[in-house]
């Protein structure tokens, strides 16, 4: 079994910088991808960014340019910089990995953007 827990929400205010960690742990032989999702108040889950395991990314257009994602492959764990918030990125983000073929999800971590 594999674990994913997601860490660094919390509030911010417009115009301000969170980072978001989630590390993956248990029977790991290979993780293919990383990614961080979003689901705001009443709305559907979406994806905000990805990165595989040769270090390819997406964002999503709504983020292109404000937030970055990483990983660093020997801690199992993905980072999501996100800068220039705004209240529209307030959301539960939730961590996703593809480890040994097998999606799995974080808990969530609460993103606040208010001022």
């Known amino acids: 079994q594999v674990q994913l827990v997601e860490s660094g929400g919390g509030l911010v205010q417009p115009g301000g910088s969170l980072r978001l960690s989630c590390a993956a742990s248990?029977?790991?032989?290979?993780?293919?991808?990383m990614g961080w999702y979003r689901q705001p108040p009443g709305k559907k889950r979406e994806l905000v960014a990805r990165?595989?395991?040769?270090?390819?990314?997406y964002f999503a257009d709504s983020v292109e340019g404000r937030f970055t994602i990483s990983r660093d492959n020997a801690k199992n764990t993905v980072y999501l910089q996100m800068n220039s918030l705004q209240p529209e990125d307030t959301a539960v983000y939730y961590c996703?990995?593809?480890?040994?073929?097998?999606?799995?999800w974080g808990k969530g971590t609460l993103v606040t953007v208010s001022s």
């Open positions: 248990g029977r790991i032989v290979s993780i293919n991808s």
């Open positions: 990165i595989t395991s040769d270090g390819s990314t």
């Open positions: 996703k990995a593809v480890v040994d073929g097998i999606i799995y």
